[in-house]
């Protein structure tokens, strides 16, 4: 495929393959979506924005520079961000291609990393010599402040120029809690969300922490998709269950959407709103709970994104389209053209597709009623399901946030 | 204490006038409150005062914008509401338009039209997940008689807010079905730096206080969040 090596959100060039449930496969143009949906379609998409996440500065016991690429911290509180997962590279920047990039000096817990205004200290090496968990020595306030100034969108070879912001932050950005845009998501614009409207299409979103998608590095690119936390709001919850009662389909704009509801929904039975950490790798032998459509960049086979398709259509549909991506002139990367695949008829699992989330009733702490929460609750120690709107939230599951 | 219930509300100019007025109203009613103002020390002072985020940083710069929107969303988790107070007057002392620059026409024009749509665009996706998830969703813009009344030696400023009128009804047009909300308010000749630096002889007695027009405001702001929400910033009773 040619690579897209300008940071255009949306073209009229831009081009869709729609790869529908029987395996059938149409080139079209992007500007054609909505008229591949259905009325009654739920479109969920990732509404992080994507952090400025690479900073550049020098490694204090060896005076090298480095590159540190934020690309994982526990939660998406907004007041937790003093402490990531980062993978570092040496001198030079992305004009190289991460696989002919400089190693860091050899790091090793306690070595400070002064980053423009901020310095940060490796508190472990996490199994690989280039991927540390790091502090900030700053306040909350001093690292938002020093992102803002100084960091920069992680960025590839196949882009020279320096990304901004602008670039990366798709229409419907929201939170900052990516480390890398949900791109998926640079085909909506507001136009387009009309459009849905009009069609009767339901528009809902997830928060996910979309991740890096390549070290450079065979070895750490083998850990890829890291853990992403993520956050399910009560109205994406409502509006999926009410398609699923009502036989309608969920489409999910990007991979990260894929991987916060079928995460949630293998925990639970079905879609549930609040807070949790999607740590499982999606594939040929997934058996979908949720998703019915996945609208995605198009991928380069061996990528993990590109696995997750497989959960959608099977390998000889995915071998054909790919022939197509190469001969139609399509472009890749994340300014690249889409692909829209409806999940394979073969690839429909009855048995685990459900609409209601497990619960029983559980005895309220404080007031002694009983009230229904979240079944995992009882038998999980640790914090399966982290609610964030306890306003918002039935008691019951209010109780499953407090008991954290 | 912080909590998800708590309105998140970010105002431009926050460290003087109607804007210092507004993080000490809306802190009091127990909003989150991140501000954006230029000058440093300022900034930090004010934020220690009250309790709010402060955001070091100028409306009228193009680079400034995703900064600050990114500042602002992380630090609050998301935003209810967005007010774009900082402004810029033109020409000082006030001038004839035959006789202002053209340099501080297209300074008021940046700082009171271009980068309030700047801002609102960066943080529109914000915006709307707060409508979507019913938390309510208001863009408040502060306006200006001047905006309404041609009075003379306020070319500038008055077209300028003139602009800024327009733009909030049109956006107001264009977002309702996304359920954000948006309102330009005059808040009224009061008695701050800005107008000093306009009239400088005016009677300070007549003047109103930035503290009467944050009330209002505030109001203004509480009516248009849903009645449900707790946190919403309630008038003072």
Redesign the interface.
């Known amino acids: 495929m040619i690579a897209a090596d300008r940071p255009v959100q949306r073209s009229v060039e831009s081009k869709l393959l729609y790869v529908d449930a029987t395996g059938r496969i149409q080139s079209v143009p992007r500007s054609s979506l909505v008229a591949l949906l259905q009325p009654g379609d739920v479109v969920i998409a990732n509404?992080a924005?994507t952090?400025?996440a690479s900073l550049t500065g020098v490694h204090l016991p060896t005076g090298i520079e480095v590159e540190v690429r934020l690309a994982a911290r526990a939660s998406?509180?907004?007041?937790a961000?003093l402490r990531f997962n980062a993978v570092v590279f040496g001198p030079g920047d992305h004009r190289t291609r991460t696989e002919d990039r400089a190693l860091p000096p050899p790091l090793a817990p306690g070595q400070h990393l002064r980053l423009g205004s901020l310095t940060a200290v490796i508190e472990k090496l996490l199994g690989h010599p280039r991927l540390i968990a790091l502090r900030f020595e700053n306040s909350?306030?001093e690292v938002?402040?020093g992102?803002?100034?100084q960091g920069r969108p992680i960025q590839y070879a196949h882009m020279p120029q320096a990304l901004?912001?602008?670039d990366v932050?798709?229409?419907?950005?929201?939170?900052?809690v990516a480390y890398e845009p949900p791109s998926a998501g640079f085909a909506l614009d507001?136009q387009l969300?009309?459009a849905f409207?009009t069609k009767g299409i339901v528009f809902?979103?997830i928060?996910h922490a979309a991740g890096i998608s390549s070290t450079g590095d065979a070895e750490l690119d083998q850990l890829l998709p890291f853990d992403e936390p993520y956050r399910i709001?009560?109205?994406t919850e409502k509006a999926l269950r009410r398609a699923c009662r009502e036989g309608r389909r969920a489409v999910a704009i990007g991979t990260t959407v894929v991987r916060a509801l079928e995460h949630s929904a293998s925990r639970y039975g079905a879609v549930l709103a609040g807070e949790g950490v999607a740590d499982q790798r999606i594939g040929p032998h997934t058996a979908l709970r949720v998703v019915d459509a996945i609208l995605s960049g198009t991928h380069e086979p061996g990528t993990s994104h590109y696995d997750l398709l497989h959960a959608f259509t099977d390998q000889r549909v995915l071998r054909r389209a790919d022939r197509v991506l190469e001969t139609s002139g399509f472009r890749t990367h994340e300014f690249g053209d889409s692909v829209l695949i409806e999940r394979a008829s073969d690839k429909y699992s009855s048995d685990v597709r459900r609409c209601e989330a497990d619960v029983i009733f559980l005895p309220n702490a404080r007031t002694g009623r009983t009230v229904r929460g979240a079944y995992t609750s009882r038998f999980s120690r640790t914090p399966a399901h982290v609610v964030?709107?306890?306003?918002?939230l039935s008691s019951a599951r209010r109780l499953v946030g407090c008991t954290c | 204490m912080q909590t998800d219930m708590q309105t998140r509300v970010l105002i431009t100019g926050g460290t003087s006038g109607l804007g210092l007025a507004l993080v000490r109203e809306l802190t009091a009613r127990g909003a989150r409150v991140a501000f954006v103002a230029r000058t440093g020390e300022r900034v930090a002072a004010v934020a220690r005062e009250y309790g709010a985020h402060g955001i070091v940083g100028d409306v009228a710069q193009k680079q400034n914008i995703h900064r600050i929107a990114l500042q602002a969303a992380g630090l609050l988790g998301g935003l209810d509401v967005l007010v774009n107070n900082a402004s810029d007057l033109g020409p000082t002392p006030l001038a004839l338009l035959g006789d202002t620059e053209c340099e501080d026409f297209e300074r008021a024009l940046v700082t009171n039209v271009l980068g309030p749509f700047r801002l609102t665009k960066a943080l529109l996706g914000s915006l709307a997940a707060s409508a979507r998830e019913g938390r309510g969703s208001v863009v408040l813009n502060i306006s200006s008689d001047a905006a309404v009344n041609a009075y003379a030696r306020w070319g500038a400023y008055g077209s300028s807010k003139a602009a800024l009128a327009h733009l909030t009804r049109i956006w107001n047009e264009e977002m309702a079905a996304h359920g954000v909300k948006f309102l330009a308010l005059d808040p009224g000749d009061m008695d701050t730096p800005m107008h000093a630096l306009a009239i400088p002889d005016a009677d300070r007695a007549t003047l109103k206080q930035p503290s009467i027009s944050a009330r209002e405001i505030a109001d203004a702001i509480a009516d248009l969040l849903p009645v449900a929400l707790p946190s919403a910033v309630r008038r003072a009773s």
């Open positions: 509404d924005a952090l400025p998406l509180a907004s007041d961000v909350t306030a938002w402040a992102l803002a100034q901004q912001l602008w932050w798709t229409p419907i950005a929201a939170q900052p507001w969300l009309s409207a809902a979103t928060t709001p009560v109205a964030q709107e306890p306003r918002r």
